[in-house]
């Protein structure tokens, strides 16, 4: 995926290769989430170009927009949950594909399972707790498999057992399923535990893109340094 | 005889009504629920599609449309009585229609002023579900009208609690249905019609007759059976909702 500007992000060129884990680093505000919303499409870019696939999107229509956000999966830092049960949050993105009822079954009883949260199928997904809620979403998020991943600050809520079962989460679903996956996050210790490529975002500009190893020992950019080493840069 | 003495009388009057199966008040009682109900499930068919057009569809008029929903909540009932009654006399506008002090006449004037409150309503429970929720369905590869779909589950007790308000204040109205509907009750046998049977004769306007010929006791049977209407209907609504 490449993109261009938009207002509250400036010189933003970035490319997405297919089936890696890109982490988007920065301070709460630097434009992280906006950044994702593009890359999900929900909102457009203000100028410049933003592709999928090789497809240029920017003159497509909300149909065609959607066909193609059917092949993503975005996971907030706070998750929506549907007033249902849990099977019914995570069997949603399947019934509204209209997968036939033994696939649901078989795929949400899967996702539950990947996350830890089989035999809470008939659960009021509103009596969960955060950490459960959370990775319900997930499993909601996973099951009808999508080609990418955008996970906003998945974890920023959530206490160590369940950060590391998210993050165990995350590096199953990508090493089973090739999930091209991008994170958004501050924090700096599970970039370095789960990341391939690190993209550093300070005040809206794109200020470094490197590989992990690259990132942590010897970044391009001191503002990338300053960051890593803590400094508040705003 | 005391207020307390009639507000007795009329309680045990209500009983001996109500068990006896009274055809006088069976009758008032079926058009009640008959023009109100059909009313209600009319307007309700209108506002709620209406309350999810003003919430997801952003044209041109629509904060208009919204704040005449919500002066219509409060639309004085005898104006609108009055308004119907001008349009449907004989020499009325609609006077071809020969709808006046009929039933129809009483549904449409209920409608107007029920329509407004159910949208209202529903308008304020479809937009108290969370951006979140429908921007979940969306990353899910979800459209518009699976969005619409989910934000109905979700603001489900929000429409039935706006479909129930506007069902009680159809059955507790009475300025409005009293003048396009004429409180008619058949004295005797008309047309093969039975005795001492409403036409256009409903609860409250038939309290507002008793009353007014001094049947205080007939008022308050009358009166605790309306209550006890709109309690059933409530009661009813809140299993469904716990069921749920």
Do not use: C, W
């Amino acid at each position: 995926m490449s993109i261009g500007k938009k207002d509250i992000l400036k010189n933003i060129g970035l490319t997405i290769y297919r089936g890696e884990l890109f982490a988007l680093m920065g301070p709460s505000g630097a434009g992280k989430t906006t950044l994702l919303r593009i890359l999900n499409l929900f909102d457009d870019p203000a100028s410049g170009d933003l592709m999928f696939g090789g497809m240029l999107l920017n003159n497509s229509t909300f149909g065609e927009k959607n066909n193609i956000r059917r092949r993503m999966s975005m996971l907030f830092q706070t998750p929506a949950v549907f007033n249902t049960s849990v099977f019914d949050n995570v069997a949603y993105g399947l019934k509204i594909r209209k997968a036939d009822k033994d696939t649901i079954e078989k795929k949400v009883g899967n996702a539950l399972s990947i996350v830890g949260l089989a035999g809470k199928e008939k659960q009021k997904a509103l009596t969960l707790s955060g950490g459960e809620a959370q990775r319900m979403a997930f499993a909601r998020a996973i099951v009808y498999d999508p080609d990418v991943l955008l996970l906003d600050e998945p974890t920023a809520n959530l206490d160590p057992a369940n950060v590391a079962k998210i993050e165990e989460i995350i590096k199953r679903i990508r090493s089973e399923h090739g999930t091209t996956i991008v994170i958004a996050t501050h924090n700096i210790y599970q970039v370095k535990r789960i990341a391939d490529r690190v993209g550093i975002l300070l005040n809206g500009e794109l200020i470094e893109v490197n590989s992990k190893e690259g990132i942590f020992s010897s970044p391009l950019d001191a503002r990338s340094s300053a960051f890593i080493n803590g400094e508040m840069i705003y | 005889m005391s207020s307390v003495d009639f507000l007795f009388e009329g309680i045990i009057k209500a009983f001996d009504l109500i068990i006896g199966l009274d055809p006088y008040v069976l009758s008032i009682t079926g058009v009640s629920i008959r023009v109100s109900g059909t009313a209600t499930i009319l307007a309700a068919l209108t506002a709620i599609p209406l309350a999810f057009a003003l919430s997801f569809l952003d044209f041109r008029g629509r904060q208009v449309l919204i704040t005449l929903v919500n002066t219509g909540m409060g639309l004085p009932p005898v104006f609108v009585g009055l308004f119907i009654f001008v349009m449907l006399v004989p020499a009325g506008p609609l006077g071809f229609l020969r709808m006046i002090f009929t039933p129809e006449a009483m549904i449409i004037a209920q409608y107007i002023l029920v329509t407004p409150i159910i949208t209202g309503i529903s308008l304020a429970a479809i937009k108290a579900v969370p951006g979140s929720i429908i921007e979940t369905v969306y990353t899910l590869g979800g459209r518009e009208m699976d969005a619409i779909i989910v934000t109905l589950r979700e603001a489900k007790s929000g429409i039935i609690t706006a479909i129930l308000a506007g069902l009680g204040r159809a059955l507790a109205e009475v300025g409005a249905i009293l003048i396009v509907g004429g409180n008619i009750a058949y004295t005797g046998s008309i047309g093969g019609i039975g005795e001492g049977l409403s036409y256009t004769r409903t609860l409250t306007t038939a309290i507002t007759s008793e009353t007014s010929k001094g049947d205080i006791s007939t008022s308050i049977a009358l009166g605790i059976i309306l209550i006890s209407l709109n309690l059933s209907v409530n009661l009813l609504a809140n299993l469904i909702q716990r069921r749920d």
